[in-house]
């Protein structure tokens, strides 16, 4: 079994590593000078690739899945953001050949853990009432999008509890930033931030690797999964294979 990843830029590159780090062949490809990918080509090299990981731009996410398509690919993981005008079509490309794919703004452990921690808090601060959200996110310079496909992911699972919109991000485009996102729910007597620092990449390749894996385990019901799901599987199964805790002594 082997992976193709189309998008050879700083994520594409970081999965490759990933990959190849426990043993598993990975062909990385950048964009295409036809402008297409040519299904011949995909396998041409690697003719057992089971899943195709997208970290290229959103531009070319549809033509890429319907290129992997063509190829046999039936698994994939689309790690890459700001495609959500394409959504439906993709959706319908993968049930229409039986395929799944696991998307994802953002493909990190702890990112899945902060978006749900901002959900609940969002709820409990609407709940007591008086609490004003904001976020930031700061990303290297070269960063294509704006906001973050994490900012808008945190606006989408905000707003349903608190007033906020896209527009209303602050983005920072600076330096070497792999990725910060602080959302702050401010009241009249205080302020609660939560953050979300990457220090690399790492943490994305580890959740594509993850995602990879749970493609693999069974088949899928075609169409599109949220990384959450993946998520909820890992944690489920962690918890089961966890040791009883001691029982408390008798008091
Ligand atoms: N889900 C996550 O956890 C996560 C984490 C980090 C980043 N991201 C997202 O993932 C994407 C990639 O991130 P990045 O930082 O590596 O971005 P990047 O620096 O923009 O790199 C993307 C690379 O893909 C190439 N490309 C363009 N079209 C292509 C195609 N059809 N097939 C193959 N490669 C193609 C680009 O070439 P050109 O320069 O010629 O266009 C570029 O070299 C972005 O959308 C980013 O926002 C997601």
Redesign the pocket.
């Known amino acids: 079994m082997s992976t193709i990843i ?7 590159t970081a999965i490759e590593a990933a990959l190849r780090a426990r043993g598993e062949p990975a062909t990385i ?4 000078r036809s402008g297409r ?1 040519d299904p011949r080509n995909l396998t041409r090299t690697e003719p057992t690739v089971d899943v195709i990981v997208d ?4 531009e ?1 996410v549809l ?2 899945v319907e290129a992997g398509l063509a190829a046999g690919c039936r698994r994939f993981v689309i ?4 495609w959500a005008d394409d959504r439906a079509a993709v959706a319908s490309r993968l049930r229409g050949s039986a395929a799944a794919a696991v998307v ?5 452990m702890g990112a899945a853990v902060f978006l749900r921690l901002v959900e609940e808090a969002s709820s409990l601060a609407a709940a007591i009432g008086g609490f004003d959200p904001s976020v930031v996110e700061w990303h290297r310079r ?4 704006r906001p ?2 994490t900012a808008r992911e945190l606006v989408r699972r905000i707003a349903p509890h608190l007033p906020i919109a896209v527009v209303e991000v602050a983005v920072v485009r600076s330096g070497a930033m792999p ?1 910060l996102h602080l959302v702050g729910l401010d009241s009249p007597s205080e302020t609660i931030e939560l953050r979300l620092t990457a220090r690399d ?1 790492s943490g ?1 390749a580890a ?1 594509a690797l993850a995602a990879i894996d749970w493609l693999r385990a069974q088949p899928r019901q075609p169409g599109l999964h949220p990384f959450d799901t993946v998520v909820d599987d890992l944690i489920a199964a962690r918890r089961h294979a966890a040791p009883e805790s001691p029982a408390q002594p008798a008091a």
């Open positions: 189309l998008g050879d830029g700083p994520l594409g490809r950048g964009r295409p990918h970290a290229s731009r959103a070319a033509a890429n790690a890459t953001t700001g994802a703004p953002n493909l990190a070269a960063k294509a999008d973050s496909g990725g990449r994305y959740g």
